[in-house]
């Protein structure tokens, strides 16, 4: 079984709708969820990360973290194209001390 | 973030030659990460350092070495470069704290030829 598991997408969807990215995870032991944005050929960037069950919203994103279910997703509202990316969930095995696992990646494709 | 650069930030080699990636940063983190990434198989960690007298492999970490020259300089070997070690290389960086975030140099794009 993967660890961290993502559809890779494409997922399309039109501008200043809901994107929404889903991710599952199989330790129960992880502790701590991160959802990072990359561009083609570049470095991933954090978007924000997550700890605790329920939702966690910065400007137009949305984590949500359910362990009982070992679920985690990202809401993006308003979609832009500039949100156009790959975006890569990762988790930190419980034990490693901060090592991340990293999901493969969903492709966003929001389109004008 | 933890101002982590990278370099070079392409190189093509041939293979057998002997290849060095050097990964600084500058916000005094403790923790730090080499990552490769390829089309497909998304990133996966080579080897990671949680202070300069503790190396540790990751879980593909044959024909690669490390050094940790010091807190801020961790540098990635291939000692004897193949084609498939082709890929886009990445360094981070990480405080200890509640949640390690980690933070990513912009990337090494190395070919072997």
């Known amino acids: 079984q993967k660890e961290v598991e993502q559809n890779s997408g494409p997922l399309s969807v039109p501008e200043g709708a809901i994107a929404s990215l889903n991710c599952t995870y199989s330790?129960?032991?992880?502790?701590?969820f991160f959802w990072y944005r990359q561009y083609s050929g570049k470095s991933p960037e954090l978007i924000m990360f997550i700890y605790s069950n329920g939702d966690k919203e910065d400007g137009r994103f949305t984590a949500q973290l359910n362990k009982a279910s070992q679920y985690v997703s990202l809401l993006i509202r308003d979609s832009q194209p500039s949100d156009s990316a790959t975006y890569l969930c990762a988790v930190n095995r419980g034990g490693s001390q901060g090592n991340l696992i990293f999901g493969k990646g969903t492709k966003l494709s929001v389109k004008p | 973030d933890a101002d982590v650069t990278q370099t070079p930030r392409n190189r093509i080699t041939k293979t057998g030659k002997r290849i060095m990636l050097e990964c600084s940063q500058t916000k005094g983190h403790d923790r730090m990460y080499w990552y490769r990434q390829d089309p497909g198989l998304g990133l996966r960690l080579i080897y990671y350092s949680f202070d300069v007298k503790d190396i540790n492999k990751g879980e593909i970490s044959d024909g690669y070495s490390v050094s940790r020259q010091a807190q801020a300089k961790f540098s990635l070997s291939l000692e004897s470069a193949i084609p498939n070690q082709t890929a886009l290389y990445f360094c981070?960086?990480?405080?200890?704290?509640?949640?390690?975030?980690?933070?990513f140099g912009p990337g090494t794009r190395l070919t072997v030829l």
């Open positions: 330790d129960r032991g992880s502790q701590s």
């Open positions: 981070a960086a990480a405080g200890v704290g509640a949640v390690d975030t980690q933070y």
